[in-house]
């Protein structure tokens, strides 16, 4: 199993910079490719940003794109979050185990972080 733990996250104006980060541990050696997720209040659980095991591929949702650039270093996982909207405000979760496709989909894995609060002031 590998364990996730989301950190980075907090209050923020509009047009300000946040860096998530997520710390994996366990079997690691299994969660392939890995992604963050948001998921703001009534909301669904929506993809932001997936990367391959290697970090060579990346795949940003549409909203996202030129602002938030998503990373790996060993077993940590970084989403650098640049110009933030109010639409941004949700809590990130990290995602392991998923699977990146070269047609840019994402399947999610089993391995969830608890998640971390991002908020965007107007």
């Known amino acids: 199993q590998v364990q996730l733990v989301e950190s980075g996250g907090g209050l923020v104006q509009a047009g300000g910079s946040l860096r998530l980060s997520c710390a994996a541990s366990?079997?690691?050696?299994?969660?392939?490719?890995m992604a963050w997720f948001r998921q703001a209040p009534g909301k669904g659980r929506l993809l932001v940003a997936a990367?391959?095991?290697?970090?060579?591929s990346t795949r940003y949702v549409d909203s996202v794109k030129g602002r938030f650039t998503i990373s790996r270093d060993k077993n940590t996982l970084y989403l650098q979050m640049n110009s933030l909207k109010p639409e941004d405000t949700a809590i990130y979760y990290c995602?392991?185990?998923?699977?990146?496709?070269?047609?840019?989909?994402?399947?999610?894995?089993?391995?969830w972080g608890q998640g971390t609060q991002v908020t965007v002031s107007s």
């Open positions: 995602n392991a185990q998923g699977r990146l496709y070269y047609d840019g989909g994402y399947v999610s894995g089993t391995s």
């Open positions: 366990g079997r690691t050696q299994s969660n392939a490719d």
């Open positions: 990367i391959s095991r290697s970090g060579d």
